[in-house]
């Protein structure tokens, strides 16, 4: 019982919190600094639909305090204006950048060689142990013979595979020749083809970036303002918007709303989604529309409805036009296909207003006026001529 509690009391007193330590770490890393408190900022990223946007946060006081975040910026905005800035002041440090760059892939070259060959070492020398152990060994005892061996056997195994892995990487990693470096040159003359390619990964450009800038000041209260630091003692200071909130970033476009608005004349709900899909517009989400998504959108900016606006034109319900010609509402549907009315559908569900009647309306039992020989009008029915 007392050896159970040395134990956990040992423990006890040797945990420790490696989270802490790590996010210190990292903290002393960053190129980012908060003008508040003079710490170092960290970085996480939340998704923006498909992109991936980075958060700048000022946590360190706050974590070892548990006390509010000194200040958080959303760093989409800014990771642009940056980018922005550093192709706009790469042209006169074009070559130096190349070099530092070419300088650095070989330092990383040799250092990788050599830690690949020093694992290549060390297994040769448990190899040479191996077989010594082996060696030594009585040959009478053949089970301890038989365990050395099996375990010469895999140091040759492991000493073969490193050998081979360094030779392979040996192989590939051969340096630049001339038409490398003449590409690495050409590169750098075009960095703003080269830092604003897709293809480009995000780890290549913070290289540049650490190639290039020494930090970042942040402070964010009006307005958003970063003082960048080049290395060489070069200042450049920008001023930024304070970022959206999230509502405003997923807001219909006024461009889409007023063109809604202009094809509410003529069109329905699902016939407008699919007339914005064709020209290529978007949501405030960066998706495509369909029926509800305009039906909400017009609710909401208070637009008038298809509905309304063919009332506002006079036009009559279903209701209103059967009692003018005093026939049932399937009558109406029958005209209105066969084209003795004339119509304007509202909605996506089949729903119709009609125009006033006009000289041209058909009347109700008009087709039995003409099969009995009477002629039948709106004034009346009479007896049709006879000679």
């Not at 005892?141 to 195994?157: F, G, K, P, T, Y």
């Not at 450009?205 to 958003?224: F, N, P, Q």
């Not at 909400?296 to 298809?306: E, F, N, Q, V």
């Not at 606006?309 to 209105?336: F, G, I, P």
């Amino acid at each position: 019982m007392k050896a159970v509690e040395e134990d956990r009391r040992r423990k006890f007193t040797t945990f420790k919190l490696p989270a802490l330590t790590d996010f210190r770490n990292a903290a002393d890393k960053g190129l980012v600094i908060c003008t508040k408190c003079g710490d170092r900022m960290t970085v996480r990223y939340h998704l923006q639909g498909a992109r991936r946007v980075p958060d700048y946060l000022c946590q360190r006081h706050g974590v070892e305090h548990a006390e509010p975040l000194c200040q958080q910026i959303v760093g989409g905005e800014l990771d642009a204006a940056i980018g922005r800035l550093l192709v706009e002041a790469v042209t006169p440090v074009t070559l130096e950048v190349a070099l530092a760059v070419q300088k650095e892939l070989e330092s990383r070259s040799e250092e990788s060689d050599r830690l690949r060959r020093q694992a290549v070492e060390r297994a040769r020398y448990e190899s040479d142990l191996a077989r010594r152990r082996y060696m030594r060994c009585d040959p009478d005892n053949r089970l301890v013979a038989d365990s050395l061996e099996a375990e010469w056997n895999q140091a040759l195994r492991k000493q073969t595979a490193a050998q081979e892995h360094y030779d392979k990487q040996r192989e590939s990693e051969t340096g630049l020749d001339d038409q490398q470096r003449a590409a690495i040159l050409a590169l750098a003359k075009d960095f703003p083809r080269l830092w604003n390619d897709p293809h480009t990964a995000d780890r290549e450009r913070k290289r540049i970036v650490r190639l290039l800038i020494a930090d970042v000041t942040l402070l964010k209260e009006t307005e958003v303002r970063a003082q960048v630091r080049f290395h060489g003692g070069a200042t450049h200071t920008l001023h930024l918007p304070l970022p959206k909130p999230a509502w405003l970033l997923r807001q219909t476009p006024a461009k889409v709303v007023a063109e809604i608005d202009r094809l509410l004349e003529d069109h329905t709900d699902g016939e407008i989604a699919a007339l914005l899909n064709r020209q290529g517009l978007l949501s405030g989400e960066g998706k495509p529309f369909h029926r509800l998504m305009v039906r909400y959108i017009r609710i909401d900016y208070a637009l008038p409805s298809r509905h309304d606006r063919l009332l506002t034109r006079d036009l009559l319900t279903v209701h209103e036009m059967a009692q003018r010609l005093n026939v049932c509402s399937e009558t109406l549907k029958y005209w209105r296909r066969a084209g003795l009315l004339k119509a304007h559908r509202y909605d996506d569900r089949g729903g119709y207003l009609f125009e006033p009647p006009g000289p041209d309306t058909p009347i109700k039992h008009q087709h039995q006026g003409k099969t009995t020989g009477k002629s039948t009008t709106r004034e009346g029915s009479f007896p049709a001529h006879t000679a």
